[in-house]
């Protein structure tokens, strides 16, 4: 559309969506790493993207931070740097055995379900997990037992579960889930499973369910909803799928603004804005300024939760900082 027909349009907004990008998880990790550089110096090594979002990965290793995928990538005694999605306690003693200075920064709400997963099987439990195939957080979590945990991908997953004892049986979740559809996997759990015992609290984390519910709150006044997040971050796919699921007629992932095509936004009068818990505010306020470009410059910042928490960076990290301040 020109920008003459895009300013032209009456009664053109935007809802934006609030909370919404950096989590506490995020914000730790991305930290972890830029404080590893200034006090170890580059390279810094990390395992898995510490988030997943291609400019913060992009902008970390313009810094000299080295991203690989296992640690045999690293060099031995080098500093490696455990993303934010946790990792199996086989890749730790991988580190030790390389002689890697390992740094984790897991975020401590999946290290949380880490913990249950480790209680329930020391109490011979069959652990179903619900989560995505193939997540890096899965795996991390299926690591700590793998005798014990089998995976429940969604709802049509559920007619797979086999468990020995079904009075002995819990589930827990990865923490980046759809809150509607983890509840109608374990509404179909309990159908087969009466007995199925639920998480002490809740897996899907308190990021995970504001970004979603916030979304539910403007879904049905969009025409479009635009979330800011990349590809392989799980909890910005689910919010596309919220956005649609709670009446938006369309909605679409981008990493970047100019991956936004005019063609969304021809009929288009409301759009909703909105981030995944991995993404940066500033590439929020590019989609911002390319909405107002195209005459949606009235913004309308919709609050359904306050978030103050946050999380102190990892124990092996602070105790270097601390050491090095010390040193002078
Ligand atoms: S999305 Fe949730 S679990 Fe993941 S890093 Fe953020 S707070 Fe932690």
Redesign the pocket.
């Known amino acids: 559309m020109t920008q003459a027909e895009a300013t032209s349009r009456p009664g053109k907004r935007v809802l934006l969506a609030k909370p919404r990008g950096y ?4 914000d730790r ?1 991305v930290q972890t790493v830029e404080e590893a550089l200034k006090l170890y110096g580059a390279p810094i090594y990390v395992r898995k993207q510490i ?1 997943h979002n291609k400019h913060v990965v992009q902008t970390l290793e313009s810094q000299g931070a080295i991203f690989v995928e296992e640690n045999e990538e690293v060099p031995e005694g080098a500093t490696v740097i455990f993303s ?2 946790g990792v199996a306690p086989e890749v730790y003693e991988q580190a030790r055995q390389r002689s890697l200075r390992a740094i984790d920064a897991t ?4 290290t949380k379900v880490h913990q249950e997963a480790k209680r329930f099987a020391a109490e011979d439990y069959d652990i179903l997990l619900i989560g995505h195939e193939g997540h890096e ?1 899965v795996i991390g979590t299926a690591g700590e037992a793998p005798a014990h945990i089998q995976l429940v991908d969604g709802p049509d997953g559920v007619d797979k579960v086999t468990v020995r004892d079904p009075e002995k049986v819990v589930w827990l979740s990865q ?2 889930l759809s809150v509607d559809e983890t509840l109608e996997t374990v509404a179909r759990l309990k159908q087969r499973l009466p007995l199925l015992q639920s998480p002490p609290s809740d897996d899907i ?4 369910s504001n970004r979603q519910h916030v979304v539910k709150e403007i879904a049905p006044d969009c025409d479009v909803v635009i979330v800011v997040g990349s590809r392989n971050s799980s ?1 910005s796919v689910r919010l596309v799928e919220v956005a649609v699921d709670a009446g938006a007629r369309a909605g679409y992932l981008v990493d970047f603004a100019h991956e936004i095509d005019d063609a969304w936004l021809a009929d288009a009068r409301t759009v909703g804005v909105t981030s995944g ?2 993404v940066p505010e500033e590439l929020v306020r590019d989609v911002l300024t390319h909405l107002a470009a195209r005459g949606f410059g009235d913004v309308e910042e919709i609050l359904t939760a306050n978030e103050r ?1 946050t999380f102190s960076l990892p124990q092996e990290l602070k105790r270097d900082m601390k050491a090095a301040a010390a040193r002078g």
């Open positions: 989590c506490a998880g995020v990790a988030v934010a999605h975020c401590p709400l999946v957080e923490t980046t984390c308190y990021a995970t909890n818990a991995s928490l």
